[in-house]
């Protein structure tokens, strides 16, 4: 596939899950995180930074995954764990997978593959100020070494504002 249009697809992939409530998944052959993405790792499968903003209400993932540093992968999911501190310094962990349900046939993977997704929760109203990320394949193994780079791209609310529009009523007449 050609640079420019390589490029072109990572691109507009992300900015479908920059559309709020839009889930798309992609896997493509490749080697890069998109550029749009906000924090990157260009070589490994973890990352941690600070969240600036608050009212987080999801993320779009991305792995880059190398079937040639692991082996016996028949069928294969990506994965994310992911830790979250708040302002009182209280953590939580949670798991994202690529595929939920569903594993996907790893047997065509013979080159490196970009796997992009999106995660969609609840509104965090006071935030979490950290956040770090572990990527891996499952099935039948965890291997942290065959995710080669990683991408997170945190996604805001606003905060106070009504998605929905509401038809004003006309005042009630005496």
Request: proline residues 5%; hydrophobic residues 35%; glycine residues 6%.
């Amino acid at each position: 596939m050609d640079k420019d249009v390589y490029e072109k697809v990572m691109e507009n992939v992300l900015a479908m899950h920059l559309f709020k409530h839009k889930i798309v998944h992609l896997c493509i052959p490749g080697d890069e995180v998109p550029q749009r993405m906000r924090y990157k790792n260009q070589s490994g499968s973890s990352l941690s930074f600070r969240l600036d903003r608050p009212n987080l209400i999801g993320f779009c993932f991305c792995a880059v995954f190398d079937p040639n540093k692991c082996s016996g992968y028949r069928f294969l999911d990506i994965h994310c764990e992911a830790q979250f501190i708040d302002k009182s310094g209280h953590s939580s962990k949670n798991v994202y997978s690529l595929f939920d349900i569903a594993y996907m046939n790893a047997d065509w993977l013979y080159s490196e593959h970009v796997f992009l997704w999106n995660h969609w929760f609840f509104n965090m109203e006071d935030g979490f100020v950290e956040a770090s990320f572990q990527f891996y394949p499952t099935y039948p193994v965890f291997d942290y070494e065959a995710i080669i780079k990683c991408g997170v791209h945190p996604m805001f609310g606003e905060k106070g504002i009504n998605h929905e529009k509401k038809e004003e009523e006309p005042p009630q007449q005496r």
